[in-house]
């Protein structure tokens, strides 16, 4: 609340009694720590070489030696529910965000919109007096609110960061990233040829926006949301990086299991009678009307693999591996930054993994992603041929399940499985040299994303507000664990934790666990009062191989009624596993409408591609324009990129098209003469006409002042053109270059663009299967 005025004021300021304290903004108290959460995206229990694996993280290690480490840290099992959890100190239910934004509901629990009574810890430390920032990934806004158009009620700025550099999606090519600084696009600070990447750009911004904060107010705490990209597909990284891992991984992911687990024993992180899951221990289970599990969770045995399919594996974990090392190396030179200034003693660092390893990529792993997207499936013969290109900007890869699993280890599925600890059980370090004395220590006791904002506060020393922001406040859902950071051994304050997502669902108390086995949207398994309820003791069974519901049915059945209490109190209904049709037929806020036309004028903020979709339709582009010069070159229009899309643009002041169809063929048209000088209008259509395969087929025209100037057969994508962010941009090509006849941003030049207007046709025929699959993989 805003204090009174407590001045005097009479006719003449002269004779008039000043008081600022109604407008100075609120002072912490001296001393107050800095916080840096670092959120890591889709790196297993089992990756990290600190917790047993073997990709080396030298930074999260310096974390952990000035701290602690904790072998039963717990998240949502997915990106953007965890996320949710850390800023709000409430459970991903709660926060309406128990999905991702593409496939948001209209209920409380699916609206991927977090309430302002649900206040962010960043809205909180602001209001005691800290400089706030987020730095990286965001994804906690509906996918309605990701564009300029759009209200920015969601976005970091309007969450109380007063600084924001990042992405606001769930993923981004890390060589061509789709950046936003604070409420506007921009474009990224080099190129790949002068050795930019996007985690060591992030990095940059992170020190710069830290020592903007010390140059004008060095005594003034501040909070830091770092969210690198890695480790979630595309894995991108230079090659000297993943050629550090030639051999490391050349056993496979079955021998890497058991290697893995016995290094977890020796680190004293799980339980010395540990023993590993088989490769695939939910194979067998189906839905009560005979569905069965999902087949893209399947791992291949590795003795099953071909000579050529082990190469390509390996590398993909070599990649992998080089990701996740590079960018620990780029948040190293944040702590050297804090080591340098003096900063480092009074900073609570957090660093966690937002959830276990995705198997998204499939049984055989990606090389270009967005042919799965597409419902194209690729070919060995082809993926090989980039095997000494896997991680570089001609590739958009993921690796095979088999990884996902082994980089779980110990336990039991991945990513998007609330059930169970492969997606839940994940990294997290914490330290803070002025506060906890541990330094090396190891913490068993068991936490969740939700605890850390009580946790902090606590530490801080402040009390969880009635209001924010002038708005009453729910309560907060997690509990303060920082008795347990200060002493290890004391008796834990947490007592339960309540899970439900993407139709999975589990309830832990006291080391128990209760779930059931049901597989995560969009299986459309339904039928949720037969789900059958297991019981484990997780405290000694880490990885649920002991099923104890026939021992204790008492218990099961005081968890079973546990959980749905808390279903009701933390809004866990209703459950939702539904199919791709269920799921893209319903109805949601657009602010485009219905529109079948696009109007887009020069120097626009680029449109994202879901709010105006062409892929998979007959269209028509056509661009009015004004030739300046003789020498004219550059892009008219441009959407998509490398890996898929479409290009109208000019070279020697030819009128040029192409259809780059999923990276692999580049369809074009190119008109005879050059264009005159003065106005014109410019354009081409597509005339869809049958299907090769999936990818519709028809004919393409290009246009110059009504005038068709030539014509092709050519074959389109049935589905998305990007899967990183890459809408649509007048004048320039924003990513990834769409043609490889230029590099982007290939700026039009000799020409002004007065508009550019996309017709698509009423044609469209999508696999809603695949484009509900293809919005989880890109969270």
């Known amino acids: 609340m805003t204090p009174k005025f407590a001045g005097r004021i009479e006719h003449d300021v002269r004779s008039s009694t000043p008081d600022w304290a109604p407008f100075t903004e609120p002072e912490a108290t001296r001393g107050s720590p800095n916080v840096l959460y670092v959120v890591w995206d889709d790196m297993g229990y089992g990756s990290w070489d600190l917790f047993g694996g073997l990709v080396e993280m030298p930074s999260m290690k310096r974390i952990a030696d000035d701290g602690l480490k904790f072998t039963q840290f717990h998240t949502t099992a997915l990106c953007s529910p965890t996320r949710s959890s850390m800023l709000t100190g409430r459970n991903a239910t709660t926060n309406g965000m128990s999905t991702i934004g593409e496939l948001a509901a209209g209920f409380p629990n699916l609206s991927c919109y977090i309430p302002p009574e649900n206040g962010f810890i960043s809205e909180v430390l602001r209001e005691n007096g800290y ?14 609110e990701m564009s300029m158009g759009a209200s920015k009620r969601t976005w970091p700025t309007q969450r109380g960061f007063d600084r924001f550099y990042g992405f606001l ?69 230079f090659k000297e990086w993943s050629d550090k891992y030639k051999g490391v991984f050349d056993d496979g992911y079955e021998l890497y299991r058991v290697a893995a687990l016995q290094r977890q024993k020796d680190l004293g992180l799980v339980p010395a009678g540990t023993v590993l899951p088989d490769i695939n221990p939910l194979a067998a289970a189906t839905s009560t009307d005979g569905k069965p599990w999902p087949a893209s969770d399947l791992v291949r045995p590795w003795e099953s693999l071909s000579e050529n399919e082990r190469q390509l594996f390996v590398r993909q974990a070599e990649v992998f591996a080089g990701f996740a090392s590079y960018t620990d190396s780029q948040i190293g030179r944040v702590l050297d930054y804090l080591e340098r200034t003096g900063q480092k003693d009074n900073t609570i660092i957090v660093a966690v993994s937002d959830n276990g390893c995705s198997a998204e990529g499939g049984p055989n792993g990606s090389v270009n992603e967005n042919r799965w997207y597409n419902d194209v499936p690729e070919r060995l013969e082809d993926n090989l041929k980039y095997l000494d290109e896997l991680g570089t900007e001609s590739t958009h890869p993921h690796f095979s399940n088999g990884w996902a699993m082994a980089f779980n280890t110990p336990f039991k599925m991945y990513k998007t499985n609330s059930s169970w600890e492969g997606g839940t059980a994940d990294p997290m370090v914490i330290s803070w040299p002025n506060g906890i004395a541990a330094r090396g220590e190891v913490c068993d006791t068991y936490i969740h994303a939700i605890d850390l904002v009580p946790t902090i506060y606590d530490l801080v020393g402040i009390t969880a507000p009635d209001t924010v922001r002038y708005v009453p406040q729910a309560p907060i859902e997690g509990v303060s664990m920082a008795d347990v950071l200060r002493d290890v051994t004391a008796e834990s304050p947490k007592h339960s934790q309540f899970y439900s997502m993407l139709g999975t669902r589990a309830i832990w108390r006291d080391g128990w666990q209760a779930n059931t086995v049901h597989a995560p949207a969009p299986a459309g398994w339904g039928h949720f009062d037969d789900d059958v309820w297991h019981l484990y003791h997780l405290e000694e069974d880490r990885n649920q191989l002991h099923d104890l519901a026939s021992q204790r049915p008492e218990l099961l059945a005081e ?46 903020a680029e449109v994202p591609e879901r709010a105006f979709v062409i892929a998979g339709r007959s269209f028509t582009i056509s661009a009015a324009v004004t030739i300046d010069a003789d020498q004219c070159d550059g892009v008219i229009f441009a959407s998509g990129g490398r890996f898929g899309g479409h290009s109208l643009y000019l070279k020697d002041r030819r009128l040029h098209y192409v259809y780059n169809w999923l990276g692999e063929k580049e369809q074009k048209l190119i008109a005879p003469h050059q264009i005159p000088l003065g106005k014109a209008v410019l354009g081409v259509d597509f005339v869809k006409s049958g299907l090769d395969g999936p990818s519709p087929t028809g004919t393409a025209h290009l246009y110059v002042n009504a005038k068709q100037v030539a014509t092709e057969p050519i074959t389109i994508q049935p589905l998305f053109f990007s899967l990183s962010g890459e809408g649509s941009n007048v004048g320039h090509d924003r990513g990834q270059p769409v043609s490889s006849d230029y590099t982007s941003p290939f700026t039009l030049t000799g ?13 469209l025929a999508v696999d809603l299967q695949h484009e509900t699959d293809a919005a989880f993989r890109r969270d």
């Open 751 to 763: 020409a002004t663009i007065d508009h550019v207007t996309i017709d698509a046709g009423d044609d």
């Open 169 to 237: 999606g769930g993923l981004t090519d890390q060589w061509y990233p789709d950046l936003w600084y604070d409420n506007h696009q921009v474009d990224p600070p080099a190129s790949p040829s002068e050795g930019y990447h996007l985690s060591k750009d992030l990095a940059d911004k992170a020190v710069e926006f830290l020592s903007d904060s010390a140059a004008t107010a060095p005594d003034k705490p501040w909070m830091m949301y770092l969210c690198p990209g890695a480790c979630h597909a595309p894995h991108h990284v």
């Open 559 to 604: 968890l079973v009624e546990l959980w749905d209490e808390q279903a009701g109190r933390y809004s866990g209904y209703p459950l939702d596993d539904r199919t791709a049709i269920e799921l893209f037929s319903l109805e949601r806020p657009s602010v485009s409408g219905d529109a079948r036309r696009l109007t887009l004028y020069p120097g626009g």
């Open 131 to 144: 400089n706030t920032m987020a730095v990286g990934k965001w994804h906690l806004s509906p996918a309605s």
